[in-house]
């Protein structure tokens, strides 16, 4: 029987976290006593693990800044969460999706630049705690775009490379699948523009749920 695993990202392709990720890093550079970052940079880095995105995002900062913006950034998103203001929605169409999916044999797996808590927290939320078989963040694995991730998620679920697909937002994403030798469809709701997904080795790029429905069924 053939296995087939569709591993999805997180923000930006299954729930939507952009002003909780922008408001949590604008604190943690003026805790670290960096100029705020432009929001629209901020968008475009989420995908990244939390210290190469602070790097990406503060170049010319020492190492210690740039580990303080890190430390102060968990501890805003933390803040945010407990306080009851953080809002993590799905897209429209996501969680449907999921269901048809695993209705029809999809193992379905998360690869993510999230920490494991904020990852269970987001699922906890939205009623997905119990939908993947396997999930993995940036805080058991290299940054995307290294494969790590998804390598792993084929080897909990004995999935092979060809009957595996990344579904993600960013061309960290598509990167990964590329090196994993798995293929890539990108999704246009997220922080990349669509000609990147389809640059960085997308095989298609879906605009709403039932598309991207279409494009696994197909593939």
Known sequence: MTIRLAVFDC????????????????????????????????????????????????????????????DAYKSAF?????????????????????????????LLGVATGKSDRGLAATLAANGLTDMFVTTHTADRHPSKPHPAMLEAAMADTGSDAANTVMIGDTVYDMQMASAAGTRAVGVDWGYHERGELIEAGASGVAEDAAQLEAMLDGG
Do not use: N, Y
Not at 79 to 90: A, I
């Open 11 to 70: 923000d930006g392709t299954l729930s939507d976290g952009q002003s909780g990720v922008c408001e949590a890093m604008e604190t943690a550079f003026a805790d670290a006593g960096l100029p705020s970052p432009d929001r629209k940079h901020v968008r475009r880095i989420v995908g990244l693990s939390l210290p190469q995105a602070i790097r990406h995002l503060a170049p010319g900062a020492d190492a210690d800044q740039q580990m303080a913006a890190v």
């Open 78 to 106: 933390r803040r945010s969460r407990e306080e009851g203001r953080l809002h993590e929605p799905l897209f429209d169409g996501m969680a449907d999706l999921l269901h048809r999916l695993q209705a029809a044999g999809w």
